[in-house]
């Protein structure tokens, strides 16, 4: 069977007054990238044929997020047909179907899409596809009001829905597939004769079938059809991402002990095997290979952790922290721009920040590298198997050399050579009957204080 032509019109004008913010309402995040790139992104599984960003006043930052695909402007916001004629120079006379879909209802699936286009290639041939789905409340949503014969007779605004047609619980999410012939004659047919004085894209559901064409509905989940209008909305549809993101990793050979508390990126690559316990986040670009251990309490982003590699409890990797395999990083550890060999261990305590942590070292507890003056940065390399005692201040630029020593609280700003010892520490002085004599001393003191 040959495949229709596809086009899809993304509506993502909205002002997002009720988020109250600066940013754009389709660029808010979820999973760490604007919500609209998620739904470019299901937009190319169906490989359509033409695509049209339909965006309001503020171009650039929407334009780079749905990069590659054109964004045309609707200048005026006069509804839901106005926003969609504005792609009509784009899309041209389209002889396929043409999805319409809304920037802010980013969690639609490919497979709802799909099935949406199977029901505009059935036998009955309907002008136009409607998503619906039934909410928990129906609330304010839009009914899909059905004849007898199960096609789609009408979509009533809740308002304006009689106490009969509030009891349908079948809603509408806005989101349709239409007969691309079509598509711009039912448009142009539209009128503006309500409250808003606007052009609405609902009401080209009459208009067909006084043309005698078939209306059909397609029914999806709520959970893909969330539309994003406020903070809230914007938290629930993070946590069905969020959801979603964390079955897909247990699915592929990934252990969380609590997964409720797991926080994921959008391209967070977790392997095999690896296990992950409560409370981690993982910004973007992380990438933990097979049988690697990340433990509670810790927080990565930009950083790859090698197969067999243990991080954590109660640790931060930073951009550019590498961690090789079976390498270890401990509780409270802190690493940004720096690699961690294979076997290398940083356990407790410990800053380490643009070095490179030769095979087999290990750092003690309260070592750190001090690779700022304030101008700066420097690196510190410390050789394979060298062993760095606790509470150690690396001065960068220096360099430890492979088997070094560096005695425990220590200042190095000098190059330790290969199987040396590097110490800087005063010599400890002794004076005996001097604690017993301050005593007796501060004892008279606090005792002539507390006379007065």
Not at 55 to 62: E, Q, S
Request: glycine share 12%.
């Amino acid at each position: 069977m040959t495949k229709t032509k596809t086009a899809v019109i993304v509506l993502a004008a909205g002002l997002g007054t009720r988020m109250k913010s600066d940013i754009v309402k389709v660029m808010h995040p979820l999973a760490g990238r604007p919500m609209v790139a998620h739904l470019m992104d299901t937009v190319g599984g169906i490989e359509p044929d033409d695509v049209a960003v339909v965006v309001g006043d503020v171009v650039g930052d929407v334009s780079e997020a749905v990069v590659p695909y054109p964004v045309v402007q609707q200048k005026e916001r006069l509804g839901t047909a106005h926003a969609v004629l504005q792609a009509r120079d784009t899309i041209g006379d389209f002889s396929g179907d043409v999805l319409v879909l809304y920037g802010d209802t980013p969690l639609v699936t490919l497979d709802t899409l799909d099935a949406m286009l199977d029901a505009r290639a059935s036998d009955i041939d309907p002008a136009v596809v409607v998503l619906g789905f039934t909410p928990a409340d129906a609330g304010d949503y839009g009914r899909l009001i059905l004849a007898e014969d199960g096609s789609l007779e009408s979509i009533v605004e809740a308002k304006e829905a009689t106490p009969e047609q509030l009891g349908v619980d079948l809603c509408n999410s806005g989101v349709m597939a239409i007969d691309g012939k079509v598509l711009w004659d039912l448009l142009d047919r539209v009128g503006n004769d309500n409250a808003k004085n606007e052009y609405y894209l609902t009401d080209i559901i009459a208009l067909a079938r006084g043309d005698g064409r078939t209306c059909v509905v397609v029914e999806a989940d709520e959970d893909e059809l969330i539309g994003i209008n406020s903070r809230v909305d914007l938290a629930e549809a993070e946590a069905i991402l969020q959801d979603r993101l964390r079955l897909d990793a247990m699915n592929n050979g990934v252990t969380m002990t609590d997964p409720t508390t797991v926080f994921l990126s959008h391209d967070t690559k977790l392997g095999q095997d690896v296990s992950i316990g409560p409370n981690v986040f993982f910004g973007p670009v992380v990438d933990v290979a097979d049988g690697a251990t990340i433990n509670a309490f810790c927080h990565l982003e930009g950083a790859s952790i090698g197969a067999g590699a243990t991080v954590g409890p109660f640790a931060r990797l930073r951009p550019g922290a590498k961690v090789g395999e079976t390498a270890r990083v401990g509780n409270f550890v802190e690493i940004k721009n720096s690699v961690l060999d294979t076997g290398a261990k940083v356990n407790h305590l410990t800053y380490i920040g643009d070095a490179e942590i030769g095979a087999g070292a290990n750092i003690g507890a309260g070592t750190i590298t001090c690779n700022y003056d304030g101008f700066f940065k420097s690196k510190t390399i410390i050789g394979k198997g060298a062993f760095i005692g606790s509470n150690t201040a690396l001065v960068a630029p220096v360099t430890i050399g492979d088997g070094a020593v560096v005695g425990a609280g220590s200042t190095i700003s000098k190059d330790v050579t290969d199987d040396a010892l590097g110490v800087t520490r005063a010599d400890m002085l002794q004076v005996e009957g001097w604690a017993a004599k301050n005593r007796e001393k501060k004892l008279a003191e606090k005792a002539k204080k507390n006379k007065k």
